[in-house]
């Protein structure tokens, strides 16, 4: 379903368990595309960000035709940080629904990284 914004841009109507009932998607936005009919799911659209990846890896981006696809598994391993060369590697000997379950029970490198730099050196302990 298309909507208009006041910006006279295209979107698609993402239902969401908001006053609105819905939130817009726009070209590049990631949306969860786990349990599609629940009234009750809220958060649905990451407007240009990718929302957490779990084993199921049911995150979908909407493209340039306002189709909604879901990321595929080299997408989910770049999103947690790892090389291409990694999936490759793993890619040679896993199938594609390993390779979600892999990418979703990993522990994002760069965010680990950043929260690691950020915390106080204690002395003593």
């Known amino acids: 379903m298309f909507t208009l914004t006041s910006q ?3 979107g698609v ?3 969401e368990a908001t006053k609105k009932g819905y939130a817009e998607a ?3 936005d990631s949306i969860n595309i786990s349990f599609p009919g629940s009234k009750t799911r809220r958060g649905r659209v990451g407007k240009k960000v990718a929302q957490t990846l779990d084993t199921q890896c049911m995150q979908g981006t909407l493209s340039k035709g ?3 696809r879901r990321l595929t598994p080299k997408e989910c391993f770049r999103l947690q940080g ?3 060369e990694m999936f490759e590697k793993a890619r040679a000997v896993n199938s594609d629904n390993q390779l979600y379950k892999q990418a979703g029970n990993a522990v994002t490198v760069n ?3 950043a929260v690691a730099c950020s915390l106080e050196v204690v002395e003593g302990v």
Request: glycine share 6%; net charge negative.
């Open 111 to 113: 965010v680990a990284y």
């Open 8 to 10: 006279e841009r295209h």
């Open 13 to 15: 109507a993402i239902r």
């Open 66 to 68: 306002l189709r909604i």
């Open 26 to 28: 726009e070209e590049g």
């Open 82 to 84: 790892f090389p291409d």
